[in-house]
């Protein structure tokens, strides 16, 4: 009874495996967007650095375009959740489907107002998670995936 409970808190806290390198790409969009212009009806109270990110501008914004190379079934579902948002979103996918994930200003990522982590866990018919991309802006504009550096924003 003690091996069954111990292997069932084994499967629960496994970390899912990074999908390979190889099965899939990413291509970084990198553009410059004029910020939208904020609403006047409406009052923002924050933090210094959100104030100061109100102004109006052309900034750096950054698109990632995910091709799929590779799946292990032909029924798997891709869920997207970030570090702010509770709930992901599933999408279907099939092999080399190009998915457009929308990063926003790279500004408000390195100071942590928008969301800078996203994980993508790929999943079976059964919702069994079988691998996962994360992918991560860090504070000092590092740009990361699956723990590797690609690049500097």
Known sequence: MKCFIFLMAFTLFQEVP????EEFEIKVDYQFKQRPAPDVNTVHIGSV?????SNLGVLPYLVL???V???PHEKTRMAIITNLEGRPVHKK?????VYEL???FTVDMIDRITAHEYTLTFLDE????LNRIHI???EDGSFMVNGEKRGQI
């Not at 650095?49 to 990110?53: C, P, S």
């Not at 059964?126 to 998670?129: H, L, V």
């Open 18 to 21: 990074f999908k390979p390198n």
């Open 49 to 53: 650095g959100q104030l100061q990110r």
């Open 65 to 67: 375009h995910i091709k």
């Open 69 to 71: 190379l590779a799946l």
């Open 93 to 97: 996918i099939s092999v080399n489907s």
């Open 102 to 104: 929308d990063m926003g």
């Open 126 to 129: 059964n919702k069994n998670a």
């Open 136 to 138: 991560s802006v860090g």
